[in-house]
């Protein structure tokens, strides 16, 4: 299958424009290696290639995911993630431990870690909360990638009122990480649960206010009305 990776990579290139490229680059503050493709593009060019891959094992569509992340291009990231997303059906408790090292290893920006996180791994959480505990410990890692990916594997799972506690918990150990995406990540992990629980994100806001950082606390009060997010941002006197 080495042929048919090449062939994604030759159309994704002949798929790319400078003009592309340069905007997409604006959108990150780390070093990112792109080919310039639009994300319809890279969508339809993923969909297209998984026809001829579907009926592959499992292990056999990971494998190709795997050799897409380890280009560290872009849009090769997203096409991963598109294809580890759609055999969520025959996930299996095993596949965490693919995904974690995914997070760990291939993971450079915040646009593959979302995409990652957001379908494939907040799925496999739906399908086996228990691996909850898991996500837990990734809120104390040394990289900055993995304590994003706690937050945001929850942005999905959260809408539909799953974890609540369990968000909290995580919020609490992010709570005063010194990395801005980190602290965007939780924000966007509260802002979602927002969706069923606003009260509750409410007064766990007012309880931290003096000392959440206030990247964090703009993102997840900005569903909130108007009154809650004015007196959510005041600095308690004293």
Same mark, same amino acid.
């Given at each position: 299958?080495?042929?048919?990776?090449?062939?994604?990579?030759?159309?994704?290139?002949? #798929?790319?424009?400078?003009?592309?490229?340069?905007?997409?680059?604006?959108?990150?503050?780390?070093?990112?290696?792109?080919?310039?493709?639009?994300?319809?593009?890279?969508?339809?060019?993923?969909?297209?290639?998984?026809?001829?891959?579907?009926?592959?094992?499992?292990?056999?569509? $990971?494998? =190709?995911?795997?050799?897409?992340? /380890?280009?560290?291009?872009?849009?090769?990231? $997203?096409?991963?993630?598109?294809?580890?997303?759609?055999?969520? /059906?025959?996930?299996?408790?095993?596949? $965490?431990?693919? $995904?974690?090292?995914?997070?760990?290893?291939?993971?450079? #920006?915040?646009?593959?870690?979302?995409?990652?996180?957001?379908?494939?791994?907040?799925?496999? =959480?739906?399908? &086996?909360?228990?691996?909850?505990?898991?996500?837990?410990?990734?809120?104390?890692? /040394?990289?900055?990638?993995?304590?994003?990916?706690?937050?945001?594997? =929850?942005?999905?799972?959260?809408? !539909?009122? +799953?974890?609540? #506690?369990?968000?909290?918990?995580?919020?609490?150990? =992010?709570?005063?990480?010194?990395?801005?995406?980190?602290?965007?990540?939780?924000?966007?992990?509260? !802002?979602?649960?927002?969706?069923?629980?606003?009260?509750?994100?409410?007064?766990?806001?007012?309880? !931290?206010?003096?000392?959440?950082?206030?990247?964090?606390?703009? &993102?997840?009060?900005? !569903?909130?009305?108007?009154?809650? /997010? +004015?007196?959510?941002?005041?600095?308690?006197?004293?």
């Amino acid at each position: 299958m080495v042929n048919f990776i090449e062939q994604i990579r030759q159309e994704l290139l002949e #798929n790319a424009d400078e003009t592309t490229k340069q905007s997409g680059k604006r959108f990150f503050k780390e070093e990112v290696k792109l080919y310039g493709v639009k994300t319809a593009i890279v969508t339809k060019i993923s969909k297209k290639a998984f026809k001829i891959i579907k009926d592959l094992p499992k292990k056999d569509i $990971f494998n =190709l995911c795997e050799q897409l992340w /380890k280009s560290g291009m872009l849009e090769e990231s $997203f096409i991963a993630c598109n294809w580890s997303y759609e055999v969520y /059906k025959q996930y299996t408790q095993d596949d $965490f431990f693919v $995904f974690e090292r995914w997070v760990n290893e291939y993971v450079t #920006n915040w646009a593959s870690c979302d995409t990652l996180c957001n379908h494939t791994i907040g799925t496999f =959480l739906e399908m &086996y909360p228990s691996y909850i505990e898991k996500l837990k410990e990734w809120t104390q890692s /040394k990289n900055r990638w993995v304590r994003r990916a706690s937050a945001v594997s =929850l942005i999905i799972p959260t809408k !539909k009122g +799953l974890f609540k #506690n369990d968000i909290f918990k995580i919020a609490d150990v =992010l709570l005063l990480d010194t990395d801005d995406l980190v602290q965007k990540g939780y924000g966007w992990m509260l !802002k979602s649960t927002c969706n069923n629980y606003e009260e509750d994100v409410y007064r766990y806001i007012l309880s !931290k206010r003096e000392i959440m950082p206030r990247t964090a606390l703009r &993102y997840a009060i900005e !569903k909130m009305p108007k009154e809650k /997010k +004015l007196e959510a941002m005041k600095r308690p006197k004293g």
